[in-house]
C-alpha cells in the first residue's frame, strides 16, 4: 500500500465511524430503532449521525433551552462520540421531542377523559355541570373580551 493510500484510509477513519459501533449504540440508546438515523458513507464507516424525532418537531423544540441544531442537520467529524450521543438523549429539546412523539398516537378524547376536571364531573348530577358549564363560558367570554372579573 502506498503512502497516500493509507493517508486516505486513516483520513477517512477520523472523519467517520465504524456501522459496527453505531449499531452497538442503536442496541443501547435506540432499541425501537425510533429516533437515531446515520448516513453510511462507504465500506461500512458512518460519516454522520442525527436524531429523526428532533429533526421532525424542531420548529416546537427550538425555544427549550440549550437549544443546538447539531443532531438536526447531523452531527460528523469528531463530533461522532458517545459521549455526545448521550448529552444529546438527556438534553431538554430532544425529550421534548420524545413527548411529542408519543402525545400523537394518543386520541384528544382519552387526554380529556383522563384530566381531573373532567373526572371530578363526570359523576356529577347533570344539573351541576350545566352550571359549571355556563361558568367555564362567561369565565372564557370575559377572558376572550379582556373583561376583568
Request: glycine share 6%.
Amino acid at each position: 500500500m502506498s503512502s497516500s493510500a493509507s493517508s486516505k484510509k486513516s483520513k477517512r477513519q477520523t472523519n467517520g465511524i465504524k456501522l459496527a459501533t453505531v449499531s452497538s449504540w442503536i442496541q443501547k440508546y435506540d432499541k425501537n430503532k425510533t429516533w437515531l438515523d446515520y448516513e453510511l458513507e462507504t465500506a461500512g464507516i458512518v460519516n454522520k449521525i442525527s436524531c429523526k424525532l428532533c429533526t421532525k418537531y424542531e420548529n416546537k423544540i427550538n425555544g427549550s433551552r440549550n437549544f443546538n441544531r447539531a443532531f438536526i442537520v447531523g452531527t460528523t467529524g469528531s463530533a461522532l462520540k458517545a459521549d455526545n450521543l448521550r448529552k444529546h438523549i438527556i438534553s431538554d429539546p430532544h425529550i421534548k421531542a420524545v413527548q411529542y412523539e408519543n402525545k400523537i398516537g394518543i386520541p384528544a378524547i382519552d387526554i380529556i377523559r383522563k384530566a381531573p376536571i373532567f373526572q371530578s364531573f363526570s359523576g356529577a348530577e347533570e344539573e351541576t355541570r350545566e352550571r359549571v358549564s355556563k361558568l367555564f363560558d362567561i369565565a372564557y367570554t370575559c377572558k376572550r373580551g379582556n373583561f376583568i372579573f
